[in-house]
């Protein structure tokens, strides 16, 4: 992604083939080790002779801007969060994929079966649980099915044969979607509801908004993971979307790139939002990403901010709505 990002953003005339200073270029990551390695595997492919500063939390703590947990600490809170994760556990018409799943693995013969007499992903109970300092969880098996696709889909990105993803279980686009449900439910359930969404993301959103309206950087890069991505988005008020040539819906390596454009003829200033990814294809190949091989591109739109064809709605009604999302109104 970051030979890409860069020779795209020297095109756009933002950077020049120069190092970039902190003016220009500024770097944000989460303290996690995968968090802090993505973003140094970003810089080496976009600035390969630059010394680039990564800015993060102290090292001994876990930085509060990205960690998805509660905080709000109210009994009423925790009371009505937890029912809207059961009202859309409810919702999810999973069984045909909890069969499918449970035929792949062979599940009523595995060991945790014998062990744990847990033995049908459709009856065995699902458990939510909201409690402050924490993460959203869900214990049962939607928990169990997301896990055990985390895996397929990684053994497809690593490039292992087809007839072995999976046992040879999933060779088309059909089986995947018939499994893939599962995993789109349970961050559904943890992520998506729209209590726990707006009070996991607040920090990030604040962080977001004084970047963009306060900080002089052209281009700031946050390294964060996929829950930031999932609530963020939900309580912006994203509407629903598709990654075109991609199973998941945040994909390992997305980016979503927020733009700040400006029309020379009406003076006006705009801003648009979209989803930078690598498709399947692409991760199992592992061919460098360039302006001749770009990664996919999907145009997100805002409930709140009227936007027009080409995804552009007007920047004082987005900072309008960041401003709502965070109190500063």
């Not at 020779?7 to 933002?14: D, H, M, N």
Request: hydrophobic share 35%; with cysteine.
């Amino acid at each position: 992604m970051g030979e890409f990002f860069s020779s795209w953003l020297i095109k756009e005339g933002l950077l020049t083939k120069n190092c970039p200073d902190e003016n220009s270029f500024y770097v944000y990551a989460n303290t996690a080790q995968r968090t802090m390695a993505s973003a140094q595997s970003f810089i080496s492919k976009a600035f390969p002779q630059c010394n680039i500063t990564i800015h993060h939390a102290s090292d001994t703590q876990r930085d509060p801007i990205f960690n998805p947990v509660v905080h709000n600490s109210s009994k009423a809170f925790r009371t009505e969060a937890i029912e809207e994760m059961k009202t859309l556990l409810k919702s999810l018409h999973l069984n045909s994929s909890y069969e499918d799943l449970q035929n792949i693995l062979d599940y009523k013969e595995s060991k945790y079966c014998v062990i744990k007499h847990k033995c049908d992903f459709i009856t065995d109970p699902n458990k939510v649980f909201v409690n402050t300092g924490f993460k959203p969880n869900l214990e049962g098996p939607l928990k169990i099915c997301k896990s055990v696709i985390d895996s397929f889909i990684m053994e497809n990105y690593e490039g292992f044969p087809i007839n072995e993803v999976a046992w040879g279980s999933l060779q088309d686009v059909d089986q995947w979607d018939a499994i893939l449900g599962l995993t789109r439910g349970y961050h559904d359930v943890i992520f998506n509801t729209t209590l726990i969404a707006q009070d996991l993301a607040k920090p990030l959103l604040k962080f977001i908004t004084e970047l963009l309206l306060k900080r002089q950087a052209k281009v700031t890069l946050l390294m964060g993971h996929d829950a930031n991505i999932y609530t963020v988005l939900k309580s912006m008020g994203f509407k629903p979307y598709t990654l075109e040539k991609q199973y998941e819906m945040t994909p390992a390596g997305g980016k979503i790139v927020i733009q700040k454009w400006g029309n020379n003829t009406s003076g006006n200033m705009y801003a648009k939002i979209d989803y930078v990814y690598q498709g399947t294809d692409q991760m199992r190949e592992g061919k460098a990403l360039s302006l001749n091989n770009p990664p996919e591109v999907t145009m997100l739109k805002l409930e709140g901010c009227v936007m027009d064809d080409n995804g552009f709605c007007l920047w004082d009604d987005f900072v309008k709505l960041l401003n709502g999302l965070i109190g500063n109104v």
